[in-house]
């Protein structure tokens, strides 16, 4: 089966979540917005199709045969079981989904950071809210999240180097893009926050160092972080905290 | 079985979408913060034990037997299936869970209308920021997600009167209690709004109307809206929109 990525062609954003399972599993798919050759209608022609009687809310979707799925988390348990990137068992799906789904709330309050006010306005048009969000984010949020999933490793180190167990699963993957991703938007605070969480930064390098990844992270696939992302670098967003 | 359902005693919050099923399907529960007799550790003290391996990130959570489960929608599609309340197939449930985690991002707006700048601060401290924020959830976000559901329901009419077909999901539960809570919330914007979006009035309506919801409507366990849950009233965050 060739599965189908719908998502923004020019920042990793949640599609990255996406993309990580489907390199590490090898599996075949495109990424329809960034195929030349592809032929397919955009994204937003798809979303505003009248036939589509399950038509997602917004991108990224993805189509696996007649299937149209949505929510980044929602593909990603779809996904687990087929690319073998979670453990087949219930209790053991609905743990990595519900860690997902965690996983989805920091990136929703690390997207606020910069959008405070939503997207509707740009960033310029809210710095000062964003200053003010960023602030907590980085004191309280950043280590609250961090300090849950380090727990979690730290409570399964016996049994396994990932967060599920021994194999790796499709929430190492999303914890390692995490990782970047905060590294990118808040190097001053990753810097300090760091050797509080070396399980989790030994979970990040070890799947970094996954030969399927390591070989997707240093080619053309692999979009660089930039200033449209959730992901953003605002100096003034970290300095913010100093001056508390 | 007797499901545990943890969660703050005080308000609807996230709990109601649990409670709603429950209720609907008559399922043996306990609401364990609500109930003096039942004896169980707080919430807190459940969240902190450092025993606990696979611990929730924050509540709601649901005790089914041995297993702890923990974010909204995934407990919803967990008890979805055990209460007859999504269609058993695949394509269905995922369809279903993607519906709920769009929901649960409207919900997320919703909450941000007053806390924009997150919960650490109060909403006395960041009202302005709250109205700005709200002027734009009324004007844009909530016609937009009224518009995708309305849309849905209009798609499936032939098919049957609920979000999923003919038979009622925990996704209408769901759909009925936004509507619940954006009216508390915003009611001079849903008055507006409504007449646009019928067959999702509809839909509240004829969820209302089932006997166990209606019986749990009028009852003691049914809490009010109020200031400390997620749906808040708070008049100048509409008259901001009237303003512009």
Redesign the interface.
Known sequence: MRYELYYQPSIQGRGEFIRLPLEDAGADYVDVARDPNFGRPGIMKFLED?S??????APPFLKAGK?V???T??IL??LGPRLNLVPKNE?SR??A??LQ??IA?WL??AH?THH???N??YYEE?TT?AK??AA??TA??MPKFLG?FE??LK??SKSGDFILDKKVSYVDLSLFQMIEGLRYAFPGTMAKLEPQHPLLIALHDRVMARPRIAAYLSSSRRLAFNQQGIFRRYTELEEEQKQE
């Open positions: 009248p589509l009687g399950r038509p997602p809310f299937l799925i949505s929510q988390a929602n348990q779809f209790p609905l743990w989904h519900q789904l965690t709330d929703h309050e606020d405070p006010l939503g509707a306005l809210q809210e003010k969000r907590i984010f309280n949020r849950y727990r979690i409570h399964n």
